[in-house]
């Protein structure tokens, strides 16, 4: 048997404690890259509205930023003189964020629903149960397409965090599969509002029950960019769909 102090069995320890600090080393480097440090971020107030705009936007483009904001307001300020008071007091709790684009991302604005998927894609987890955009660079060439783009995502913002059983709501899983299984959403027209010739395609209504309950919500209260485009088109096409909104909306 060797001694404890004998040159070889130190070695053997020093051996060990060599690879438990490369390991715990290399443990935190990759935590760390899992975990990537937050953005800088500036916060204002917009129509009643949280905006938090990534300092990257303000540094790189401060003028296009800019631009997003007044036309993030403009269409903010569509919502309060269309939507009733109680449901934008529940809107104004959802913060929105401005962020930089996401490389090979097409740019977009989103709802988060919660922190798990934002963590799995390399996302800040605070944006959870919040609107984000990364549009800012076409924000107006998006608003030409769809007028009241952050109503779309407020939309599902709601869908999620007010009404009876959230995503599970029963009425909007009834509406939708109604709409799916009567055809009417099968093949309808669509609008660029950039010249470009309007097509006929299945509605992006069908996509989910939330892109059907946000989609006819822009009809229901603002433009939407397919068929049906407005309120009058929505009762005419779809009244079941109409008289649900009423309520699940509170404007009846």
């Given amino acids: 048997m060797l001694s404890l102090h004998h040159p070889a069995l130190r070695?053997?320890?020093?051996?060990?404690?060599?690879?438990?600090?490369v390991?715990?080393?290399?443990?935190?480097?990759?935590?760390?890259?899992?975990?990537?440090?937050?953005p800088k971020r500036?916060?204002?107030?917009?129509?009643?509205?949280?905006?938090h705009i990534d300092d990257r936007l303000t540094a790189a483009q401060p003028q296009v930023t800019e631009v997003a904001v007044a036309l993030l307001q403009q269409q903010l300020g569509e919502i309060l003189s269309v939507v009733p008071a109680l449901a934008v007091t529940e809107l104004r709790?959802?913060?929105l964020y401005f962020s930089p684009e996401y490389?090979?991302?097409?740019?977009?604005?989103?709802?988060?629903?919660?922190?798990?998927?934002?963590?799995?894609?390399?996302?800040?987890?605070?944006?959870?149960?919040?609107?984000?955009?990364?549009?800012?660079?076409?924000?107006?060439?998006?608003?030409?397409?769809m007028p009241n783009f952050a109503l779309h995502e407020l939309a599902h913002a709601y869908h999620h965090r007010v009404l009876r059983l959230s995503f599970g709501?029963?009425?909007?899983?009834?509406?939708?599969?109604?709409?799916?299984?009567?055809?009417t959403y099968d093949l309808v027209a669509r609008r660029f509002g950039n010249g470009r010739p309007e097509t006929r395609e299945r509605a992006y209504a069908l996509t989910t029950?939330?892109?059907?309950?946000?989609?006819?919500?822009?009809?229901?209260?603002?433009?939407?960019?397919?068929?049906?485009?407005?309120?009058e088109d929505l009762q005419r096409h779809d009244p079941e769909t109409r008289a649900l909104l009423e309520i699940l909306w509170g404007t009846k």
């Fill in 169 to 183: 709501n029963p009425e909007i899983l009834a509406a939708h599969a109604r709409a799916k299984a009567g055809g």
């Fill in 209 to 231: 029950p939330q892109e059907f309950f946000a989609e006819t919500t822009e009809a229901f209260f603002s433009h939407n960019d397919y068929f049906p485009f407005t309120l």
């Fill in 103 to 145: 490389p090979g991302i097409q740019p977009r604005a989103e709802y988060h629903p919660n922190g798990a998927w934002l963590r799995e894609h390399g996302r800040d987890p605070v944006m959870a149960r919040a609107v984000e955009f990364t549009n800012i660079r076409i924000f107006e060439r998006e608003m030409s397409r």
């Fill in 42 to 51: 500036t916060t204002r107030t917009v129509s009643g509205w949280t905006l």
């Fill in 11 to 21: 070695l053997k320890r020093e051996f060990r404690l060599f690879c438990a600090w």
């Fill in 23 to 38: 390991l715990l080393l290399t443990g935190a480097v990759v935590s760390a890259a899992e975990s990537p440090v937050p």
């Fill in 93 to 95: 709790k959802v913060p």
